[in-house]
């Protein structure tokens, strides 16, 4: 039976309660993650917050997300226009050698929301974690239950670890998980 510790991350990226959302924005796009637990000063899991929480945020305020001069310059433009591959009028694609990029494009934004808004007012705390030695099918049956996409992985009250909905696919992908 294949269990969470066989499927999860070990090496766990965490944010502070205290930290801006602007150094979650960095923190995620740095990492190339989607979100990350939250923890408090003396390192006690407290949360988790994601991407989508800061999607949230800047829906709140229109002006927590101000485009940089020239990004989607032209906005009439059509998107699906493939005459014209440098228009990008909602910032999805990005050209490769875009100058936009990551912490370029966050220090582009002005002050808002994501300076004066601290992780611990946009995360969820933390009311539920999985074991390690649970098995991957209760895991998946509390990700579809929750309708999230991460969970941490908790021995008592230590953070040991933590699985997503893509450490299950891939281990589908890898056969690894039998019928």
């Not at 294949?2 to 999860?8: A, E, K, Q, S, W």
């Not at 917050?49 to 709140?60: G, H, M, P, Q």
């Not at 098995?135 to 996409?149: D, M, N």
Request: charged share 25%; glycine share 6%; aromatic share 6%.
């Amino acid at each position: 039976m294949l269990t969470v510790r066989d499927i999860m991350q070990s090496d766990v990226v965490t944010v502070t309660k205290d930290a801006t959302a602007r150094h979650l924005a960095r923190l995620l796009a740095d990492e190339e993650i989607s979100g990350v637990p939250v923890l408090d000063s003396s390192n006690a899991l407290v949360g988790v917050v994601s991407a989508t929480d800061l999607v949230r945020l800047a829906a709140e305020d229109s002006t927590a997300v101000v485009r940089p001069a020239g990004f989607g310059a032209n906005p009439m433009a059509d998107p699906d226009d493939d005459d014209d591959p440098e228009v990008d009028v909602y910032g999805f694609f990005l050209p490769e050698d875009s100058p936009f990029r990551g912490q370029t494009l966050l220090e582009e934004w002005s002050d808002g929301p994501f300076d004066s808004v601290a992780v611990a007012d946009i995360m969820t705390p933390i009311s539920f974690s999985v074991r390690p030695d649970s098995p991957v099918s209760e895991l998946c049956h509390f990700l579809v239950r929750g309708r999230i996409h991460r969970a941490v992985v908790a021995e008592g009250e230590e953070l040991v670890g933590i699985v997503t909905s893509a450490d299950v696919l891939r281990a589908v992908a890898d056969g690894r998980l039998g019928s």
